[in-house]
């Protein structure tokens, strides 16, 4: 402010200081010409009264360094000039001042020169005879005049300026001296100028009603942080950046948080990647949800957007402990739904043929394809069973004795068992690589490739492939088999590995699968230490990678 009213000052002056020479030189440069004019008209009067009465003699004896007198006859020829003579001199008879003269009398006009810094005043009157006596003058311009002034207005315009800044330093120090005193803690208290006064009475009249508001926040904070506090979920509020701006207790235990989150960034907080994208996404959606396990536990995260008129302002986070609720779901799936259905499935089938056998009501004829159908549905209990028993053993840790396998020979033996299967379903199965040897159970590896390979080419088209491929890599073995087949859809691939879990049942029951196969996979991926990744696109292919340790 102090600047803004200096520099005000300072432009002010400035200002001023122009507008008043400008002013004077204009006025001054009018008073002067004016005198001119007077002057010249009263030379020209002397100078006609010696004309008419000694002619052309008295022009002769003239000698005017400052004035220029010319007689012009009533036709515009000049008859004489006390500076240029007679001779090659033009007709006057169109100039201004001499047409005037004829005219009416008398004649007045100006010209300046080429550039514009000189101007030529001319005045002319008729005399008895009809002739024309002029008289001219030449002085300088205003601008001319503003040059020749030059060195003393400037100096006037520095003296001038810094008596102007000096002052205008001084008065704005003065003006804003009081404003930076003002105590707006007190605001009532200043003594201070009488303008401000109805805006310090606003401030304290605002400042009493935030202090009002301020206390009754903090009244609702403290009953917030009470209820939050007794709440066995967790809770956490961010605002828009992620920043943690509340968090009760329950949610610092699961989070595994020692210190006050309050403040943190809440990535910092949790540590967890799929955490943050799910925020991410509840900040882009409004809502967000997915199951986390936190030191045995499971949790369900839920997120969901604040909005304050229509802006997001920050999101907040409940976590709910669904342990119980988790394993009671996994349990009634496991021995309820699946393992039921899927034993009573063929043993009904079985039942039904037998008995139609049993009371005669199958044709002679049509003997060996309802036997084949009890036989087709006893095989499937028995491999059902198998997986059952495979997989009871990969939960209990049952200790297998490893050996040194090669497992790209395991992969050539399996594709082989499987040649004529998939040469019936127009599948090319190939196998590639290296020859690599890993520490593990044959029986187990032999049970990855074949439900691998086996899926591979069930869910496969007519013409499509399936490459199995062995590679080194460094401390790792890499067993990828992909195939052209259906694909699974990416809601699906997070639960393809679970017992009984299908993702298309009426075509797995076309197939003949048990719904175990991948669970074994995946308990026997386990079993070796390894890792699997499943890639997958609906109507072009999947690809699974399983990394062995060397």
């Known amino acids: 402010m102090t600047r803004k009213i200096f520099y005000s000052i300072l432009s002010v002056a400035a200002a001023v200081l122009l507008s008043c020479i400008v002013i004077i030189m204009g006025v001054l440069y009018n ?29 002769e004896k003239i000698h005017l360094d400052r004035c220029r007198l010319t007689w012009i006859a009533a036709d515009g020829a000049v008859l004489y000039d006390t500076l240029a003579g007679t001779e090659n001199t033009e007709n006057h008879g169109e100039r201004a ?11 007045w006009s100006s010209r300046y020169s080429d550039t514009l810094l000189e101007k030529t005043m001319y005045y002319a009157k008729r005399m008895e005879d009809g002739t024309v006596l002029r008289i001219s003058v030449s002085s300088a311009t205003v601008g001319l005049l503003a040059l020749g002034m030059l060195q003393p207005i400037l100096i006037v315009a520095v003296v001038a300026f810094i008596l102007s800044a000096l002052f205008a330093y001084r008065l704005s120090k003065r003006i804003v001296g009081p404003l930076n005193r003002l105590d707006l803690d007190h605001p009532l208290e200043n003594d201070t100028y009488e303008e401000i006064a109805p805006l310090l009475s606003r401030i304290h009249r605002q400042r009493r009603e935030i202090e009002r508001q301020f206390d009754e926040l903090q009244k609702r ?7 939050t506090a007794s709440m066995k979920e ?13 968090v009760n207790p329950a949610a610092d235990a699961i989070f595994a948080q020692k210190q006050d989150s309050v403040g943190k960034d809440f990535l910092t907080v949790c540590r967890d990647r799929e955490v943050g994208m799910c925020m991410k996404t509840a900040m882009e959606s409004g809502h967000g949800e997915m199951q986390q396990t936190r030191a045995g536990r499971v949790y369900q995260l839920t997120f969901s957007r604040i909005e304050s008129e229509g802006v997001s302002i920050g999101a907040v986070l409940l976590v709910f402990d669904i342990t119980e609720k988790v394993l009671a779901e996994q349990a009634r799936r496991e021995f309820t739904a699946n393992v039921s259905h899927e034993l009573k499935t063929p043993l009904q089938g079985i039942l039904g043929s037998a008995e139609l056998i049993e009371n005669g009501m199958v044709k002679e004829e049509d003997l060996p394809r309802f036997i084949g159908h009890i036989r087709k549905e006893a095989a499937r209990l028995v491999t059902l069973v198998e997986d059952i028993i495979r997989l009871s053993q990969l939960d209990e840790n049952t200790e297998f004795t490893k050996e040194s396998v090669n497992l790209y020979a395991v992969a050539e033996e399996v594709a082989d068992s499987l040649h004529d299967i998939a040469k019936s379903s127009g599948v090319e199965v190939r196998v590639s690589g290296v020859q690599q ?13 074949y439900n691998l390979i086996d899926n591979a080419v069930k869910y496969n088209r007519s013409g499509g492939m399936v490459d199995v491929t062995v590679a080194d890599a460094d401390d790792k073995v890499i067993l990828t088999v992909s195939d052209t087949g259906i694909g699974i859809p990416a809601e699906h691939i997070d639960r393809v590995c679970e017992r009984f879990y299908r993702v298309d049942k ?12 991948l669970s074994i996979v995946k308990h026997a991926v386990v079993c070796h230490k390894g890792t699997i990744y499943i890639q997958s696109e609906v109507n072009k292919g999947t690809k699974i990678r399983i990394e062995f340790p060397k």
């Open 234 to 246: 967790g809770l956490v509020l961010t605002d828009r950046q992620g920043t943690v701006i509340a």
């Open 506 to 517: 009426s075509h797995s029951k076309e197939t003949g699968g048990t719904g175990l196969g």
């Open 221 to 227: 904070a403290d009953e917030f942080s009470q209820i």
């Open 31 to 59: 008073y002067f010409e004016e005198v001119r004019a007077g002057g010249l008209k009263a030379e020209l009067e002397f100078a006609i009264a010696g004309v008419e009465d000694s002619g052309m003699p008295y022009l």
């Open 437 to 449: 040897e890993i520490a593990g159970v044959r029986k187990l590896l032999h049970e990855i490739l």
């Open 97 to 107: 001042e001499v047409k005037s003269a004829l005219e009416t009398g008398e004649g």
